[in-house]
């Protein structure tokens, strides 16, 4: 059964999710996908009223609605065994993820958190310390590495298919920024471009750090320096267009291009990976397949198609449905949510899994995207200069 | 909230869902997806083991697992207001829909089928019959009619910004067949080759209602006839090969092509549709875009990206989340679902809603799906003369 | 060298290409393309003055310009051997097919004719005793048969890389008839749209048989009966709109879909051919790459790349530049009128190819064709009876 | 007619074009595509059998063939005026392009020279300066430009359509390098990886100036600044890999992406140009749409399709024939020669033309790649600074 060795579903608490964005239904509705856990509890907002209409909207009894997160954890953490939260989902503005996950860890729950982790590699760095104090399970919701054919792919490099890896373009590139009207209260991003709330990075931070992590998680190649070259073209105070070339330990090189201000562009997300055996594209609009080429041979188009020759263990571990039964943002947000549970029981049950194993991204992970985003803005204020870059 | 004015989620119960095949999880998912409703009882399996293994890794209580379909109807309409559930779904071999469906709206309950309906024009009428008896709601899990640019394509055409629709194309052709071996006891689809499990239709009752359906539900054209030529390339007993040519009343042509032996193709499902004023096309494996064509301008292809312009009422209603997140099959597997919630809740509490609204598939669709098979094979057999075809 | 046992160009008159239509311009750059022939003569117009700037346009000596196709015939045909035009291209309106084909041949001359061939099959069968007795070289400008990818298709199947072929789905899609405006003097189509001109099937004969050719061309499947049902959609006399379904000796199944009437299709001409072995798909509109599928494989695009290894000797041949430099319509066209050389010289000074070649569209398929036209009409007629096809 | 003010064809002679190379067919074929020129001499190889042999294949008098290319410029142009060539193509390695082109123009010849024009700036600087006292026509086949969705989006851009040019990402990935065995002599590419005689840039010459000639053609972008990165993945001596991030004087940003190591892309030179108004991007192996698109509006494809709405006139005068019937790399490659030969008309009898057009990549384009070429060089081999590039 699922979650067999524990016995009954993980129960969640949500911090977030009040508000107009989507990225509270996307938690909670990821989080439940597979019934291995329940929202039980959140501090959907800072209005008592308001995170009481939400628990009534998702499900949640009422009593466990809170105005405040501190309150929250400390009750919760009060609770006995078989009604405590298992762990915390974060949810909120990139400012609040630090105080929010060290309060979360130090509660002794694991966490799942939205990126950037933190605003600065400080806050990272004690991130990483309290996690390797408490063995928490942390997991960081670079979602897109939760698509089959991203986890496909990933095993199939791990594996020597493509060979060395030489080169990849990560490209990240939306137009939402040409909607937003400066004359108006916006709904969406109001805090993105406010330095204190959002941190020093817009665009590089929102996406960039999605791309790069990703261009990481498949490649595993590992990073020795950055050149940055950000700007703004939208009129706003923080970047919103730029690239990001990273030189690899191997000599290799990653060029991350984000922009928020190609127009009609929605959330086109894609990477290009070239190994000196082989090829392979894939996109994120169109999840479900990845292409791989060799000189001189046909393109080979290689279908979310689980139990078929071509899939690997790791592709089909991501599936629930057959293929040409498209699976998308929703189930690749749910495998990361799935994934992190496998640490949760094991910490709990143990069991014969790898506690170890990065199928999920990580506190590292979180380092390293802050790190990421810090160096790429130095190296861009510095007139574009190579900068280090330290591996998790 | 979510079923506000129910003030509760909806209860299921699911017959089905235990063996090999995924349909029983495609359901149970995307009944639950939004929190609306919740999976409380099962007769999963006709064994009591596997019926209760299946409660268990559904997060169902055992105690509400049967082995007996019969029995769990019994049982559960006995149950007090607060307990009872509000519907079945129905997830088994064909031959069993209407035995099963019948004794669920005898029992009182609410019921969502998957297709085909019936497998005879008989029982498919004594269905209707006992629909518009006893009022329940009756939903066929005509799944692709819960895409968003599905439902979208079709509010255009009714506020006929294509014009006078003259032709439809929808293909459905899938390959699995080839992997069938027929020396070994199948996985999928043993007795989708036996006409008195599965009805005298293989492939044009499988997919072809799907894809007729489909045509039906997005274009609105009435049928007047069908001329049917169905083969079998396979060495199977049924038909897994075909076309179902459909004349309209307004003397509009819809093809029908059915295939699952075409190497290599998963679940594609495609339609295109000629109006008088603009065409449109869209294919059930890129759900999220739909294009539009008129002649002498530029083609247009329709994101899925609910908020924008050229966006009407039903395609927004049916999206959860921003354009560029793509959502697949299990989300408009659930706005079926979904779109059935809403006229139970409004059968229990009433409400501002039409429940003569056709927004999802219903028993009259479903008998029309039956007659279609009925026709085309008759058709077919009769070396492809003209056959009457009436409207749901 | 090019036409290197020859030692010179070979001489072509042009009948037609002096009007609006852009069709002489195709025959022309399409029969120089490779310098193996030389346009040196023409009746471009009835209108002597027009005939005479066509040729100063088209590079033509003047004095070559002919009013009057008959005269042209005569007086070329009196020319000395090293004058006198090696063939004709017929590029004119149906109805003139015939007759001009027919004198052309008896004149001695070889002939690249348009399609479809005549407005009827007596007419259609004295051309195949005409070429018969002559031996002229007679090609049918197919055009669609002369792209590498199609060609390349043809070898594999013949090669039983397929299997045996089961289905196949030609489909031939056009919206122009949307831009004609009734009440104006048409630019494009007027005699298309004249039974007396233009013959009994509009665009089952326009489109249609360029459809029909090319599955048979690719397949090699043999027609046994055809059942077909035409209708008019834009309210013009003759067919706009339809399908003509071909059972073949082998019991596989043609489907042929044609319209002129789909909003916003340029010239959609699209194949997709099942065999038990492997499917193809291949479309007119991005013709440098052929889709192969296989049940449990990912599928392989074969790009048009001279020399590589899933090239074979048919689709090598008809390359001129590497992958990805695309080559196009001209290129196809002129790889027609290439093969149709290769036979003219054959005839003049022999050598080692088969001049029983079918590489070419040819007089037979010219017949057939015409054939296919009258029995989808006298089905369609006869409220879609099977009617029977004869093969070439 | 063709050449109607001239009222005669052009002619040519062409270095090059005798050895393995697809390149001389190509000038060949595309300079008499249209019937507006012929060629008539060739210095076509070194040997003199070869060269005749080729004149042969090449419907060339043989009596015109030469093996030394000085020796051509002197006969043809002592020619008298009723014979003597009006250009010269140079179709040769990059180390030759310098000599021919500066002797031809000497000789009083007008000159289509392919790309780089040469391998350092002082000759290219040369060149500037002789084609400004000889008033030659002077045409850098960066043959890209021709396509007509290239000129449409170029003119489209310069009336304002997508507003201030802001970034353009410019890629051309190709992957025959892993093809080529080191051990053995090769086909091509022989002097591409020459310093001597291929100069000192080679995919950053081969392919970049392509790319990024066409990112400042379309965009209209002046250039400022440029930091370059290039690399060596395929163990030659010179680059195979890299980026070149040039900063324009309003601050834009154009990023030149080349590889010639990434398995399996054939000849894949895309663009995306993102203006304040709107976006567009463009693939060369797909080159008859362009895709516009805007934030809040359905993606626009652009078909080619001469005489539609959406066409202006940049893009309607590149089109041969309607819309759906694929023109290519030929047809490209024929429209930059057909611009010339417009160019050298005007030069010979005047017109309404306007000599300062710069539809056609002329000699300050050549400079300008010749720049870009060293700087890009220079700034990898400084550790990626930012280095000036002078506009042309």
Chains 1, 2, 3, 4 share one sequence.
Not at 340 to 353: E, H, Q, S, T
Request: proline share 5%.
């Amino acid at each position: 059964m699922l979650n067999a060795s524990l016995n009954r579903k993980l129960r969640m608490a949500l911090i977030g999710g009040g508000g107009a964005g989507f990225i509270g239904k996307v938690h909670r509705t990821a989080a439940q996908l597979d019934g291995r856990a329940e929202l039980v509890a959140g501090a959907f907002s800072s209005s008592m009223d308001r995170s009481r209409e939400t628990a009534l909207a998702f499900g949640v009894d009422p009593a466990r609605a809170y105005a405040s997160w501190e309150e929250m954890l400390v009750t919760e953490a009060a609770r006995p065994d078989d009604e405590r939260v298992d762990f915390v989902s974060i949810a909120t503005p990139n400012f609040l993820h630090f105080p929010m996950a060290k309060a979360s860890l130090a509660a002794g729950f694991n966490v799942l958190c939205d990126k950037p982790m933190t605003t600065n590699t400080a806050d990272a760095e004690t991130l990483v310390r309290l996690v390797e104090e408490t063995g928490a399970v942390f997991a960081l919701t670079h979602n897109y590495t939760g698509y089959p054919m991203v986890r496909q792919a990933r095993e199939m490099i791990a594996a020597d298919e493509l060979g060395e890896i030489r080169a990849v373009r990560a490209n990240y590139v939306q137009g939402w920024m040409w909607a937003v009207d400066p004359t108006q209260p916006a709904e969406r991003g109001t805090w993105k471009d406010d330095p204190r709330r959002n941190g020093p990075g817009a665009t590089i931070g929102d996406v960039g750090t999605h791309a790069y992590n990703l261009a990481r998680y498949m490649s595993g190649l590992q990073p020795a320096e950055v050149l940055g070259k950000l700007t703004t073209f939208s009129g706003r105070q923080l970047d919103d267009y730029g690239h990001a070339l990273v030189r690899c330990l191997n000599d290799a090189l990653i060029m991350v291009t984000v922009s928020q201000v190609t127009h009609g562009r929605l959330n086109d997300l894609s990477i290009e990976i070239d190994g000196d055996k082989a090829s392979l594209s894939w996109r994120q609009e169109e999840p479900d397949s990845l292409t791989i080429r060799q000189t001189g041979q046909p393109q080979r188009i290689y279908d979310r198609a689980p139990g078929q020759a071509h899939m690997n263990d790791s592709g089909n571990a991501a599936c629930r449905i057959p293929g040409g039964h498209p699976e998308a943002f929703f189930e690749a947000f749910a495998n990361v949510y799935s994934s992190a549970y496998d640490d949760m029981i094991w910490r709990v049950v143990g069991g014969d899994r790898d506690p170890r194993s990065t199928i999920y991204p990580n506190v590292y992970d979180g380092l390293e995207g802050v790190r990421f985003i810090e160096q790429t803005i130095a190296s861009s204020k510095a007139n574009s200069v190579w900068l280090p870059l330290a591996a998790r």
